[in-house]
């Protein structure tokens, strides 16, 4: 049998289950995850590999109404991500109807050079199957409306695992007779320091409310293996743009930062194989989601 190869990109609105989705299809956690919309801050590749075949698979941030030059350049990043790639799969929710933001998206779509365009209706363990019917229907007419057909259209739960690898089967379909591109025991195309700058960010996030999460940045200052030890030391700055926002990170005699470093610790030792020492602390940038030169150091580009 001939090996087959796509890149795939995945878009849609903020919290649709993007993320959750990528890291279901991958099988180990590649993109994190919290509650908060506009979680993911960058194209993120997740790679699916297989005997006969393989896909890269793009997460992407969510497509909003922007705010910020960081709210710009994140709807800048899905655009670049639709271009050369082969499919193009747009996650809708189960759970709520479909709304401007949808249409938007699926405008980008119709206009785009994707040719192969699927849709996947997510957090179906959320809704009854009437629901279910009902959003089907749905996403069926949007395309319609807009001048072109899904190639595939399938209700999915990433979270419960329903219908995942029969996701995985239609996306093999459509995928074209080529090489893989990357080493078959990758599951993502990540830098070590991105992916521990955002464990600890999700970490930072999970338990945070209203603006705070959004005002938050990581950047890894240092990491070295200790010499003769299986012990990694990491030091991390957590970015906020104003000091009530560090003070609420920080915590009443810094249980707050413990409590981040705790969580993010364990998620950093299962992508190292290793015990780490994790120091945190919390620095004040004011504004950096507007200031151009800080989004820069940050590692967020803007075009």
Do not use: Y
């Not at 209203?210 to 990491?234: C, F, M, N, T, Y």
């Amino acid at each position: 049998m001939a090996h087959k190869s796509a890149f795939i990109t995945i878009v849609g609105r903020p919290n649709v289950g993007k993320s959750t989705l990528v890291n279901a299809l991958v099988g180990e956690k590649v993109a994190i995850t919290s509650h908060h919309p506009n979680t993911t801050r960058s194209a993120i590749r997740g790679i699916i590999t297989r005997p006969d075949l393989q896909l890269v698979i793009t997460d992407t941030p969510g497509v909003h109404k922007p705010k910020t030059l960081l709210g710009g350049a994140l709807n800048a990043q899905v655009n670049e991500a639709l271009d050369s790639v082969d499919m193009a799969l747009l996650c809708i929710p189960a759970d709520e109807e479909l709304g401007k933001g949808d249409e938007f998206i699926a405008k980008q779509l119709a206009a785009s050079p994707v040719t192969k365009k699927i849709c996947a209706v997510t957090k179906i363990d959320t809704v009854s199957k009437a629901q279910v019917a009902e959003r089907l229907v749905a996403v069926t007419a949007l395309a319609q409306r807009l001048g072109f057909e899904w190639e595939e259209i399938i209700p999915i739960s990433a979270k419960k695992d329903i219908q995942v690898e029969l996701l995985i089967e239609l996306l093999a379909r459509h995928a074209q007779e080529g090489p893989a591109f990357f080493p078959g025991e990758m599951r993502s195309d990540q830098e070590q320091n991105v992916v521990i700058a955002e464990l600890i960010r999700e970490a930072a996030i999970s338990e945070l409310f209203e603006e705070v999460p959004h005002s938050v940045a990581v950047v890894i200052d240092d990491i070295a293996q200790r010499e003769g030890k299986k012990l990694w030391d990491i030091h991390a700055s957590i970015i906020v743009e104003r000091d009530s926002q560090k003070a609420i990170l920080i915590g009443k005699g810094g249980n707050s930062l413990k409590t981040i470093g705790t969580k993010a610790r364990g998620e950093i030792e299962k992508v190292l194989g290793s015990k780490i020492f994790l120091g945190l602390q919390v620095s004040v940038i004011p504004n950096w989601q507007s200031d151009p030169k800080a989004l820069e150091r940050l590692g967020i580009t803007q075009r």
